[in-house]
DNA sequence: GAGAATTCATTTGTCAGACATTTAAAAGTC
DNA sequence: GACTTTTAAATGTCTGACAAATGAATTCTC
């Protein structure tokens, strides 16, 4: 706590109103040349902390007469794909062992499927089905088979039709992608899969929560074997 | 996607070498001259795409000889606090109802009940005892109350032991305070609050998942009528 | 020769000034 | 009135300069 930057330190007060709602969607800040004069600094470290607030998408900028540095309106979908981007560096910076990756994400997975049964629609239950039906086609690779695995599961969250939720869990199901990577499917494990994942998909649509609840578990013990027996094989 | 700024561009890049592995925790990039030169631009412009990475916690930057910027190791403490601040400003700005927020809440929390109920320690339950009575203390205002609401569900999922889901639930636990702060707690419901905190922290020591899953499904819906009950109230 | 003090080179942090580019409003033109 | 041109304001980029920090190398002291 030294000399935190004088840009930081900059950040952190704008970041500051914007989170208290002083200032509020849309809402125009100053100019960098006025926020260099309130702040008494350079206009080189008002950019530089604009830039920060940018990054973490807080504001936009627009060129141009009446352009100018602009509040923005956090979007499920631009907080899920950083959410997405940073939960996989975590996993990946601190060797998170496999079954706890794997642990979190099911009992999310396990929270939405209630829900799931209730309100999937004929296009969550689709995208399943064409999931399964890819991951039967011979000569797929191990990391399509994953990304595979990884948009079935997406759909049985998204099938809640609870952004919260989704956004939640993309972190959770996605980051586990490159974790799952390191396992090779042989044909018979990858056809235990995708009967698993056929018993949830009918679970869903028959809207049978235990149905799905048993499959998932299942095909968690099954899947952390797999996991279980990469690992040992190394060592 | 015109012209995306030259220092997003460039920090686009970096931040791709970053998450690809390319460059490793802890490694040093080049300095910022020799930044300047590879990517062609001015040192302005690569110094504001460093302030972009810096913003996201992608790498720090040290000055001094042997100094400059090095990949950072992301951890489960800085990026949890990114997330909720992420998560509270996606809930106040997008109009999420009340009852979204807590149904996606209560899905995570009963999904990491039955490994709390394996996995706490003495200090969770302590936490939560100690809540509880802060929670019955007379005197204590709404927004106190709220926020011990909070610690205590806090110290629920944290017993679960798994930085995962403590990582993925924080966003969800802790960016409802606000959305709880509207409602006005008579004694009569905090009573009835703190009396469910208790066959939930009953249930955890007596390792019950049951007991645990019961009284958190009684809260959701005791809290959700108290919301219901503000809302209406002022149409 | 060992340790302390100093110097030095390198690198980030900040600033000022300049110019390019973009943009929408205002003014001009027919 | 519709179209074009001008203009002012704002961000984007570059250059050059200096301040400040910092670890290594050097010099000094004993």
Redesign the pocket.
């Known amino acids: 706590m030294?000399?935190p930057?004088?840009?930081?330190?900059i950040a952190k007060s704008i970041r500051e109103a914007i989170v208290s709602g002083e200032l509020s969607v849309d809402e125009r800040?100053?100019?960098?040349?006025?926020l260099?004069e309130q702040f008494?600094?350079?206009?080189?470290?008002?950019?530089?902390a604009?830039?920060r607030l940018a990054a973490q998408n807080l504001i936009r900028?627009?060129?141009?007469?009446?352009?100018?540095?602009f509040v923005n309106k956090q979007s499920f979908e631009d907080a899920q794909a950083a959410h997405i981007t940073t939960s996989t560096l975590l996993l990946s910076m601190n060797d998170v062992s496999f079954d706890t990756a794997w642990e979190a994400r099911f009992a999310l997975e396990c929270a939405c499927a209630p829900l799931s049964c209730e309100r999937r629609t004929a296009d969550h239950l689709a995208t399943m089905r064409a999931e399964i039906h890819r991951q039967g086609q011979p000569g797929l690779t191990d990391e399509a088979f994953c990304a595979s695995d990884v948009s079935f599961h997406r759909a049985l969250v998204d099938g809640a039709a609870n952004p919260v939720l989704s956004y939640q869990l993309a972190g959770a199901v996605e980051a586990i992608e490159p974790l799952m990577n390191m396992i090779t499917f042989t044909a018979r494990s990858r056809e235990a899969i995708t009967d698993l994942h056929t018993r949830i998909a009918d679970g869903l649509e028959a809207q049978s929560p235990n149905t799905v609840d048993m499959a998932l578990r299942e095909l968690e013990d099954y899947t952390r074997g797999l996991a279980r027996a990469v690992i040992s094989a190394r060592a």
């Open positions: 030294n000399s930057d004088l840009s930081a330190q800040l100053p100019s960098e040349a006025e260099s008494e600094v350079g206009r080189t470290t008002v950019r530089e604009l830039k900028t627009q060129r141009g007469a009446f352009g100018g540095a």
